[in-house]
């Protein structure tokens, strides 16, 4: 990736977040320049994480959420969290990200390939049963565990984040590809731009992350086990269903944006947990996959 490209980007983040600053600061009714040209270094930078994650062999929504994390924790450091906020809270952007998030929910939708599903056979259904039913009482005991207070709304939007579904229609989802190329990042790195990382640095938060990526992994491998036919290798399958990217930061997402007693359902230190959960589980399944892959190869030879 160019150094320039890179350069280029980070002089417009500092250029941007001055504008959103004193955007914040004046109470400016005059915000389209500021959001227009936010648009424009979120889209980008989330496009260059992307491609910088696909040259390593990762999800681009791995690079998509970490350019939001990096922006949101360490820009505050140089410059006052002034932009920051305003960007996490400006109701244009917010708009944009929520159209991202119908997008990208319809198209986990289409996905869905019932020809594909029913040629499978049994095997299809135990694993889609046992992906789904498994990992969310994982994820649902968890948060019992770590927040036994907590109303049990919490616990069942955490054991929601657990889930992930796959699925096909090219046709249609090729028709929403310009929308969605715009607006699904967008949605990635506002919700990057949502984690605190010091937040993270509190004993019970790291704990409740921990045990989250532990139930996410566990819950997918025994998908695995659900695979009754011959000629399918089972570990493969079940390190195939790890990553809870997409699915697991909507449900998260709309965890902060929910409100139950005044509050948002999902607070700061459970978020992040969240969200660190669907970064790991979605970094290791590439490398699992390819170990998995050569541990074949060399078995065939």
């Not at 979120?42 to 496009?47: I, R």
């Not at 929403?176 to 699904?184: A, F």
Request: glycine fraction near 12%; charged fraction near 10%; hydrophobic fraction near 55%.
């Amino acid at each position: 990736m160019p150094f320039g490209l890179i350069s280029g980007v980070a002089f417009l983040a500092v250029l941007f977040f001055a504008d959103l600053a004193h955007a914040a600061a004046t109470g400016s009714e005059a915000e389209f320049g500021p959001i227009l040209l936010g648009l424009a270094i979120f889209v980008l930078g989330a496009k260059l994480g992307g491609i910088l994650m696909a040259r390593l062999g990762q999800a681009a929504v791995l690079g998509e959420l970490l350019f939001g994390i990096a922006l949101a924790n360490l820009y505050p450091l140089f410059a006052g969290c002034a932009g920051i906020e305003f960007v996490r809270s400006n109701t244009i952007l917010k708009f944009l990200g929520e159209v991202g998030v119908l997008l990208l929910l319809f198209d986990v939708g289409l996905e869905v390939n019932l020809r594909a599903f029913a040629r499978v056979g049994p095997s299809a259904v135990l694993v889609a049963l046992i992906g789904v039913v498994l990992p969310f009482f994982l994820g649902w005991g968890t948060a019992v565990w770590f927040l036994p207070n907590a109303p049990t709304l919490v616990h069942i939007f955490i054991g929601a984040t657990h889930i992930r579904t796959n699925a096909d229609d090219s046709t249609l989802r090729e028709l929403l590809v310009p929308l969605s190329e715009l607006l699904v990042p967008l949605f990635f790195v506002l919700m990057g731009s949502q984690v605190d990382l010091s937040s993270l640095l509190e004993p019970s938060a790291m704990a409740l992350g921990t045990t989250l990526i532990i139930a996410a992994i566990i819950g997918k491998l025994v998908c695995g086990l659900g695979v009754v036919g011959r000629g399918i290798h089972r570990l493969t399958v079940g390190i195939a269903m790890i990553p809870r990217g997409e699915v697991g930061l909507i449900f998260a997402g709309i965890g902060t944006r929910v409100m139950l007693n005044g509050e948002s359902i999902l607070n700061q230190n459970v978020f992040s947990s969240v969200v660190l959960m669907a970064l790991i589980t979605t970094f290791i399944t590439p490398l699992g996959l390819r170990r998995v892959f050569r541990s074949a190869q060399r078995g065939v030879h």
